[in-house]
């Protein structure tokens, strides 16, 4: 099962990354900045910044997306590769996005 639920602060507009033929369908990127517990050596909490896809069909509100909006997301982790297959880098595609604020 492929399944991730995080609750973050999003870093950032929200960009359009692809809109279907139609006008119907869009795909935007962002990114959103989770808490983390873990401290570095000087004694900070260390952010986590993880980038986000999302259709416009699992979002209720597309002008919401906007720097600072505190949102909770239902998503799946995928994989990515470029055409070399030397670089890797997951993101999570969202299901469903709750804005919090």
Avoid: C, P
């Amino acid at each position: 099962m492929n399944l991730v639920n995080i609750i973050g602060q999003i870093e950032r507009d929200a960009e359009v990354a692809y809109t279907s033929k139609d006008g119907n369908s869009k795909l935007y990127k962002f990114v959103v900045r989770v808490l983390n517990s873990y401290k570095s050596k000087a004694g900070k909490n260390e952010d986590d910044l993880i980038n986000v896809k999302a259709w416009s069909t699992a979002i209720n509100d597309e002008f919401a997306l906007d720097d600072q909006a505190i949102v909770g997301i239902e998503a799946r982790i995928h994989l990515s590769t470029n055409k070399e297959n030397t670089n890797i880098f997951n993101e999570i595609i969202a299901n469903i996005i709750m804005y919090l604020n």
